[in-house]
């Protein structure tokens, strides 16, 4: 053989079993080491019998068959039909006939050693995208918490004060119940007697004939304790609000008279000897169903129209005591201003509200009226939850831009440990184009595994913080649950 063409055979073979032609079977056509060796030995072999038409024993791996070349063209025998796509030659690019296959095998490969790496940036950005989700879902949840605790505990509309009384005065009445339940508006109404007890600037206290109060209308959820027993007349239950404010719980004690009445009416107050007789019989009364001048609380509930902002001393009711206290009404107004209420659920909600108000003012003018508008009173509580909504909404959008910048600094992070294999890859053939696949591709991978993470973390904490949704708050997450402190 002359000299120059041994020479050419060398270098032939030098470049079929060179380290360049292990990187580029390896990394870009996504071979193992070992199938990688065996093609290279099978192609060295081959060259120095460039002029038999027989070529030696293809090799054992499996890398013809991926690579979709006919079963008879692989025992050594050429096959004419063969084209050149399918076989390894490299022809502006890493494999014939495919500008995406030599970035699909650069793409398995990465994937095939780097999987770890890719799982850990993966889980970063699904946390990331957990949070932020949380706290946008807990943002729209709060802005909309207490309309929909309102709906779901079928609160009254309008609190209708019936009559006026107190401190001996006679009882000016102000409506008449049956001409209030003949209006269009009206769907359910609840009597209740009211009284006001000495706690702080004073707290309203209701009295009702029976238990629809709390059951069929403005239903209390209950945070904790019971109700109370209807047979009992020392038995209340509480506002979350008064409970938090006065340090209250299940077993604690109210005064219900102030034990300045308790004594005999001095003369100044210029009574009669009759009324000082009224208002000794009554207080005997009083204190033979309340032997102690004192209710006990059997139960912290949340109910409409009890939600902070409170301002005390503006007439709130916040004690609600059982029927049992209800035939002593008028001897508990005599110590306090009273007077006979009624709870009124309208046809459509809001909606009706002022249709309703608009037909008081038809019934005629009434002096010492009494009215508590659940509408007015969910503005306050809308615009106190709203800040938090906002808070939240802010937190969210921090969150993502924090998670943003972690995620780019480690993403630009491996691209540039990636980016030490392009001068091989460019070497090879592999043109800038399929890098860049290849780099989205990674991205693509990370981000779509990422979000998987994201949104199962997300449902697996929905589900597991359930009894804190639309359904109202419960004892293990009470002020989260009821909107107090977001």
């Not at 699904?126 to 932020?132: F, S």
């Not at 009445?261 to 000897?273: D, K, M, Q, R, V």
């Not at 059997?298 to 902070?308: H, N, R």
């Not at 939850?385 to 939240?392: K, R, S």
Request: aromatic fraction near 6%; charge should be negative.
């Amino acid at each position: 053989m002359p000299e120059a063409e041994l020479r050419r055979l060398v270098l032939a073979i030098r470049s079929a079993i060179g380290i360049e032609a292990l990187v580029w079977l390896t990394d870009v056509a996504g071979l193992s080491r070992d199938d990688a060796v065996d093609l290279m030995r099978w192609s060295a072999r081959a060259l120095p019998d460039r002029r038999s038409p027989t070529v030696v024993s293809a090799p054992r791996s499996s890398w013809l068959r991926e690579a979709g070349v006919p079963a008879r063209s692989r025992g050594g025998r050429r096959h004419p039909s063969m084209s050149a796509r399918r076989c390894l030659a490299v022809r502006d690019g890493p494999v014939a006939g495919s500008s995406t296959n030599a970035a699909r095998y650069r793409f398995r490969a990465e994937l095939r050693t780097r999987w770890r790496s890719w799982l850990g940036l993966a889980l970063v950005v699904g946390i990331a995208g957990a949070a932020v989700l949380a706290l946008a879902a807990g943002a729209r949840r709060t802005d909309t918490a207490y309309q929909r605790f309102l709906r779901e505990q079928d609160a009254y509309d309008v609190l209708v004060s019936l009559n006026t009384s107190g401190f001996g005065a006679p009882t000016e009445v102000t409506f008449d119940i049956e001409e209030l339940e003949q209006l269009p508006q009206v769907v359910d109404t609840a009597e209740t007697a009211s009284f006001f007890i000495t706690l702080g600037a004073g707290v309203g206290v209701f009295v009702p004939p029976n238990e629809r109060i709390g059951t069929t209308i403005n239903r209390f959820k209950m945070l904790d304790g019971r109700r109370p027993d209807p047979d009992d007349p020392t038995e209340v239950v509480v506002g979350f609000e008064l409970a938090e404010q006065y340090a209250l719980e299940v077993g604690s004690t109210i005064q219900v008279i102030d034990d300045v009445f308790l004594e005999p009416p001095p003369p100044e107050f210029g009574l009669s000897t009759e009324e000082v007789a009224e208002f000794e019989a009554a207080g005997e009364r009083v204190l033979a169903a309340l032997p102690d001048n004192e209710v006990t609380i059997v139960g912290i509930e949340a109910s409409p129209g009890e939600f902070p902002p409170q301002i005390e001393g503006t007439g709130r009711y916040l004690i609600h005591a059982s029927p049992a206290l209800y035939p002593l009404r008028e001897d508990l107004a005599v110590f306090s201003e009273g007077s006979d209420l009624l709870m009124v659920r309208l046809q459509h909600g809001a909606r009706d509200t002022d249709a309703f108000l608009a037909e008081l003012e038809r019934l005629g003018a009434r002096e010492g009226i009494q009215l508590s508008v659940q509408r007015e009173l969910a503005e306050i509580v809308d615009r106190s939850l709203h800040t938090q909504a906002v808070a939240l909404r802010l937190l969210a959008l921090l969150t993502a831009l924090a998670g943003i910048l972690i995620v780019g600094q480690l993403l630009a992070r491996l691209t540039f440990l990636e980016s030490t294999d392009h001068p091989v890859l460019s070497a090879l053939g592999m043109s800038r184009r399929e890098r860049l696949a290849v780099g989205l591709a990674r991205a693509a991978t990370i981000g779509v595994v990422g979000a998987v993470v994201a949104v199962v973390r997300r449902h697996r904490e929905r589900h597991r913080r359930a009894p804190c949704t639309a359904r109202g708050p419960h004892p293990p997450c009470r002020r989260v649950a009821i909107g107090v402190t977001g």
